[in-house]
């Protein structure tokens, strides 16, 4: 038997307004055998020490993907995202984009 190949790993990053985007991206890259790493929504109002939590998950998530892809729409990137992206580089992670047009 032959050993399986280890499916690639890719994590979403972006604005979670785009929470339409992430599904949508998240069911595309599964259907290709992708393991896919992205955050949900958790449904509540976040304190700031929250927020902070969520946000270092986050670039725990990132440590874990081979790819981090940016979910956006109309070349928006917010703060968190743009800081995420950062990381990625300072990982030396392959970044790409759902907009073919975002220049990251």
Do not use: N, W
């Not at 499916?7 to 595309?28: A, H, K, T």
């Not at 270092?56 to 928006?76: Q, T």
Request: hydrophobic share 40%.
């Amino acid at each position: 038997m032959d050993p399986i190949e280890r499916p690639r790993v890719v994590c979403l990053c972006g604005s979670m307004r785009f929470e339409s985007l992430f599904q949508s991206e998240r069911r595309r890259l599964t259907s290709l055998g992708v393991i896919v790493l992205a955050p949900e929504s958790t449904g509540e109002e976040l304190t700031p020490i929250g927020r902070a939590a969520l946000g270092e998950l986050h670039l725990r998530r990132i440590d874990l993907a081979d790819e981090v892809r940016v979910v956006s729409k109309g070349g928006y990137l917010g703060s968190a995202t743009r800081r995420e992206i950062e990381y990625a580089r300072e990982q030396r992670k392959v970044i790409s984009s759902v907009e073919a047009s975002l220049d990251l």
